[in-house]
């Protein structure tokens, strides 16, 4: 059995002003350094992490006698046209407008389709945790965004929740419960909130 502790990154500037943050390479804001100071997270003798700075920064404050393991597939969303915007500048779109009416469910305008982004990162994350049983690794932190949180967790977790009811703010994530059988039946345990 392995034990997962994955957790979104604490805050930028463009999550401040609520910009879709995606592929752009923010670092974290001072308001986001200060939001993880003290925080306790669970043990991990090995840290993945999206490669975006944001979350190898927020790795190293939260792990910081582990060196960052980047995993591409981890990285978070391409939003295309809306990348670095926000509402207020997207409202009166009519592509941005026939996105928020599917619910999130059309691709974004010369970005990603959420069902390519959902399975590359839930192959990054069946990958984290392959190496993970091949290196022995029983306690693992995985550092990342809250899209790839909700895409891997609305495939495996139990209890079935969907994409956007695994929704977690900055700095907070889960900790899971990765069965030895995982690879097989592909279910994991949610066991608390972190």
């Not at 969303?77 to 809306?82: P, S, T």
Request: aromatic share 10%; hydrophobic share 40%; proline share 6%.
């Amino acid at each position: 059995m392995i034990e997962v502790s994955v957790l979104r990154h604490s805050k930028t500037k463009g999550n401040l002003s609520g910009r879709y943050i995606g592929v752009t390479d923010e670092p974290l804001c001072h308001e986001g350094i200060l939001l993880l100071e003290g925080k306790c997270v669970p043990a991990a003798s090995c840290l993945y992490v999206s490669p975006l700075k944001r979350c190898v920064e927020t790795g190293r404050i939260l792990y910081p006698s582990l060196s960052p393991i980047p995993k591409e597939g981890l990285a978070e969303c391409d939003f295309g046209e809306f990348e670095n915007r926000n509402y207020l500048e997207l409202n009166g779109n009519p592509a941005y407008q026939a996105w928020v009416d599917s619910g999130g469910t059309l691709p974004f305008p010369g970005g990603e389709s959420r069902e390519a982004f959902a399975l590359r990162c839930q192959n990054a994350f069946l990958e984290v945790i392959e190496d993970a049983f091949r290196s022995g690794d029983r306690q693992i932190a995985i550092i990342a965004h809250g899209g790839t949180i909700m895409a891997v967790l609305s495939r495996f977790a139990v209890p079935e929740r969907s994409f956007y009811e695994w929704q977690v703010k900055n700095g907070e994530g889960y900790l899971l419960q990765v069965p030895d059988d995982f690879l097989r039946v592909q279910h994991l345990t949610v066991l608390r909130k972190l």
